[in-house]
């Protein structure tokens, strides 16, 4: 099992930013692709970003590319959504999971309960 337990939403005006982060605990961090999703009220959830287990590969949505970074830390078992001139769109929660592949499309193998973003325009 990997528990992963996400951080850092609030309340932010449009064109802000904010930095999200997702504590992992259990099994090897690094055995694991990283992705962000996100589901606005009313709304699917969607995919945001994802990144390699070793953090050199990276891909995103085209809705937040340019905006929107991924990162993480092997050592501290966290990945990071930097996320800047935020729009009022962006409002959703925001959840971490873990996945085998990278490959956003597969299953995901742990998810998070998810932080909440609100964006006011």
């Known amino acids: 099992q990997v528990q992963l337990v996400e951080s850092g939403g609030g309340l932010v005006q449009a064109g802000g930013s904010l930095r999200l982060s997702c504590a992992a605990s259990?099994?090897?961090?690094?055995?694991?692709?990283m992705n962000w999703f996100r589901q606005a009220p009313e709304k699917e959830r969607e995919f945001v970003a994802t990144v390699s287990r070793g953090g050199v590969l990276a891909d995103y949505a085209d809705l937040v590319k340019g905006r929107f970074t991924i990162s993480r830390d092997n050592v501290k078992s966290t990945v990071y959504l930097q996320m800047n001139s935020l729009k009022a769109e962006d409002t959703a929660v925001y959840y971490c999971?873990?996945?085998?592949?990278?490959?956003?499309?597969?299953?995901?193998?742990?998810w998070g309960k998810g932080t909440l973003v609100i964006v006011s325009s």
């Open positions: 259990g099994r090897t961090f690094s055995n694991y692709a």
């Open positions: 999971a873990a996945s085998r592949v990278m490959d956003p499309s597969s299953a995901m193998d742990f």
